[in-house]
């Protein structure tokens, strides 16, 4: 079975320091490469990750703070020394057309691989392709900042047994999966009986803003929630002046929408010991970690 995890490249908030860098996050899921807000330095923590940038798919820039989107021009520079053969698609909001076009130009290089744009105006359902649904949500964060919702499509899968009994092999097996029947010595076998539908599983990545109900909307019933959380409870006043969030807030979206694994990140500076961020959400939500440079988390079953 093909990777289905989450690498950590950064986890920081606007200053990297010595243990954090810049935030940078990439899910591995149905042979692509969905990679959120690449922060400065992106390209090197892939080497230490041990991972090729070429699995690069999709890259999501949530909004246009330098922390968040200082890396895509060198992603892109990047992608374009390895010659990758595969379209880029990258999401981002529209009102932030200018500084995304600044960033793909900011340097001088003879690009040849395809940069395909989605600048998001409306929120919603903003792309479907044959593995995914994605959604996108605007927050509030001051600035244009995009939640994403991702889905993963649903499945038929066969139930081999049940093709055996009824001697379906090889082609009928396309064609009953087309045609939702299949006619075998005057019987009229339906596709249920045969096979069952494999629910897609759900993320949620929501970076900078300030708390809002609408998180839980985005987050419903999701594999994983990936949610910045700047600071904790005690600095609520801050969190809420700089419209960001605490550990103790996002725990809460995460146990109001019924997530399965909520991964806390984008730390402030000012915190050099981030167990206070899962204990604070663990109080509410126990299947808290926190994010670390690095580290990888598997979807959970
Ligand atoms: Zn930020
Ligand atoms: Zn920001």
């Known amino acids: 079975m093909s990777q289905k995890n989450l690498t950590i490249l950064g986890s920081s908030s606007q200053q990297p320091t010595r243990y954090r860098n810049h935030g940078a996050y990439l899910f591995r899921w149905l042979e692509e490469g969905l990679l959120f807000d690449p922060g400065e330095g992106t390209q090197r923590q892939f080497i230490f990750a041990n991972i090729a940038p070429t699995c690069i798919n999709r890259i999501f820039v949530s909004h246009f703070h330098g922390d968040h989107c200082l890396g895509l021009g060198s992603?892109?520079?990047?992608?374009?020394?390895?010659?990758?053969?595969?379209p880029v698609h990258v999401y981002y909001p529209a009102a932030n057309q200018k500084n995304y076009e600044y960033l793909r130009d900011g340097c001088v290089y003879y690009r040849t691989i395809e940069i395909i744009e989605?600048?998001?105006?409306?929120?919603?359902?903003?792309?479907?392709?044959d593995n995914f649904i994605i959604e996108a949500y605007f927050l509030d964060h001051g600035i244009a900042s995009i939640g994403w919702r991702i889905l993963e499509k649903d499945r038929i899968k066969f139930n081999k047994e049940k093709l055996k009994e009824n001697?379906?092999?090889?082609?009928d097996v396309r064609k009953i999966e087309k045609e939702k029947f299949l006619?075998?010595?005057?019987k009229t076998i339906k596709l249920e009986e045969v096979s069952y539908?494999?629910?897609?599983?759900?993320?949620?990545?929501i970076f900078d803003s300030r708390?809002?109900?609408?998180?839980?909307?985005?987050?419903?019933?999701?594999?994983?929630?990936?949610?910045?959380?700047?600071?904790?409870?005690?600095n609520q006043a801050l969190a809420t002046k700089y419209m960001h969030m605490t550990a103790f807030e996002a725990a809460k979206v995460a146990k109001e929408a019924n997530v399965n694994m909520l991964i806390?990140?984008?730390?402030?500076?000012?915190?050099?010991d981030l167990s206070l961020f899962e204990l604070e959400a663990k109080e509410i939500f126990?299947?808290?970690?926190?994010?670390?440079?690095?580290?990888?988390?598997?979807?959970?079953?």
């Open 75 to 86: 992603m892109l520079m990047r992608l374009n020394i390895d010659k990758i053969k595969h």
């Open 118 to 129: 989605h600048p998001i105006k409306e929120e919603g359902s903003v792309e479907e392709t």
């Open 167 to 171: 001697k379906i092999f090889n082609s």
């Open 183 to 186: 006619q075998i010595d005057n």
């Open 197 to 205: 539908v494999k629910k897609g599983d759900i993320i949620a990545v």
């Open 211 to 234: 708390y809002s109900d609408k998180m839980i909307k985005i987050s419903k019933d999701a594999k994983i929630l990936l949610i910045e959380s700047t600071y904790t409870k005690e």
């Open 264 to 272: 806390l990140t984008h730390f402030s500076a000012r915190y050099t």
């Open 286 to 301: 126990e299947n808290s970690y926190v994010a670390e440079d690095l580290k990888v988390f598997n979807f959970p079953n």
